[in-house]
Structures are given as structure tokens and as C-alpha cells.
């Protein structure tokens, strides 16, 4: 059986693909060239092919990379074989309406959340930019989303989705980094039934989550309600969490 990675020059230009991200949209032969410690001749070669295949596109005015609309067809293509994205979609538009928070959809992927689908309340857009989170990626141990993925899994699972605690980013002073912590803080999560983001991920911002499982208690995803502190207070988790745990069980009814 061939071993992954074998097809090195392949290897390469996956490593090149996963250059591009939300934080480095756009980038130049050299600058990956140094990321990736790679000869900027081949770089360029690499560039170039995806390119010429509408996977890449250049800036014309910088001479730098950015991902191209071939990239786009594949979402589609991609969200086209989720099944559940027609369910899935209008029970969180109107449990966001319901809420007046934001919600959102995610899945696990590898070490991190990664989100399909997210409801704006109306008037949103006043207080805070709209924005499409569809690919976006968090971590599990710090998103209310994250733990509610975790909190249906078997324990002995979790710190495979995590990195190691040397790697854990403290984005605010509530983050949880140490193992014991996260894991105790999952259990509790079990034991409730939804888990909570306590302005672990954002400053001022607090998130409850529940996972979303099918009729066959298999775990497709989860999903969350989130807003600023003022609006999701220690109070109101408590209602949210029966919001979020109602269209859960809609969600799969439908599945």
C-alpha cells in the first residue's frame, strides 16, 4: 500500500494550498517559499500550475498569490453533498431571530472547529459587521462549539483533538489551557447537557453549545449561540442552552 506523502512534488503543492488562510490571503513566491523551506524556483513552478488551473489567481498589482474561484466551485460541490444543509439552515435562522444572538454550525476537522453555517438576528449588522464564516476554523478547547463537539465524544478521544498544551493560545485571561482543566470543564459540559464559552475565545463575548446528533446518536455537528456579555449573561445561559437543545433534537428529527 502506498504510504501517505509518498507523491512528494504532490506533498508540496498541498503544503502550498494550506499557505493561504484567513490571516495570509495573499502571498508571494518568496514568503513561501520561507515558510515552507522550499526552493523559490519550485514555488514559482507550482504557483504557476495552479494557476494556469484557476486554483490560484494573481494580484496584478502586487504580483501576489490568492486562492481562485475553481476553489469556490469545490465549496459548492462540497456543501452540496452535506445533506442536512437544507434542515440545518432554517432552524438556526430562526432560533438567531428567536435568540437575538448570533448562530452558528459547525463540524469537527482535525485539531479544530470548522463552520458551515452561521444566522444573523435582524438589525445585526447596525452593532457589528456581517460576515460569512463558512471554512472558518476555531479550536475545541476554547469555543462553546468546540466543547459541545467534545462533550460527545468518548473522553479517552479529546486530547486527540487538541494541540499540546505548549501549543494552546491563551486569547483571553478565562482560556483554558491545562489538560485537567479542559477535560473537567468537558465533563461538566456532559453532565449538563451543553457547554459554555465563558469569554474564553473573544473578550466580552460568551457563547452556549449543544452537540447535533442523528437519529442514530452519531454526532454530526453542533451549534451555538453567541453574543456580547451584556446580552448573553450568566442568567440567560440557562434559557439559551433549552433554545439550542430544542433545535438540536429539531435538527435531528429531520435527519
Not at 170 to 188: E, G, R, V
Amino acid at each position: 500500500m502506498q504510504e501517505v506523502g509518498k507523491v512528494k512534488s504532490l506533498q508540496k503543492a498541498l503544503d502550498i494550498l494550506d499557505c493561504f488562510t484567513p490571516k495570509t490571503p495573499e502571498l508571494g513566491v518568496s514568503e513561501i517559499a520561507r515558510m515552507l523551506n522550499l526552493n523559490k524556483s519550485n514555488v514559482h513552478n507550482i504557483l504557476s500550475t495552479f494557476e494556469m488551473g484557476g486554483y490560484l489567481r494573481k494580484n496584478p498589482r502586487s504580483e501576489k498569490y490568492m486562492l481562485g474561484n475553481k476553489m469556490i466551485e469545490f465549496s459548492y460541490t462540497i456543501m452540496s453533498s452535506y445533506k442536512y444543509t437544507n434542515m440545518v439552515l432554517p432552524i438556526i435562522e430562526e432560533l438567531s431571530s428567536d435568540l437575538n444572538t448570533v448562530v452558528y454550525f459547525g463540524i469537527p476537522h482535525g485539531k479544530s472547529v470548522l463552520y458551515l453555517f452561521s444566522a444573523y438576528p435582524i438589525g445585526y449588522a447596525k452593532n457589528l459587521p456581517y460576515r460569512s464564516i463558512l471554512g472558518e476554523k476555531a479550536p475545541f478547547y476554547c469555543t462553546a462549539i468546540g466543547k459541545a463537539l467534545l462533550q460527545a465524544m468518548p473522553e479517552d478521544e479529546i486530547l486527540s483533538h487538541l494541540p499540546p498544551e505548549s501549543e494552546r493560545e491563551a486569547f483571553t485571561p478565562n482560556t483554558l489551557i491545562k489538560d485537567k482543566d479542559i477535560i473537567d470543564n468537558i465533563a461538566t459540559a456532559k453532565q449538563r447537557g451543553y457547554a459554555i464559552d465563558n469569554i474564553e475565545h473573544e473578550p466580552n463575548v460568551r457563547c452556549v453549545g449543544v452537540p447535533v446528533l442523528d437519529r442514530n446518536m452519531t454526532l454530526v455537528g453542533a451549534i451555538s449561540a453567541s453574543g456580547p456579555t451584556t446580552l448573553v449573561t450568566t442568567e440567560a445561559v440557562e434559557k439559551i442552552s433549552t433554545k439550542l437543545l430544542s433545535a438540536a433534537f429539531e435538527i435531528r428529527s429531520r435527519l
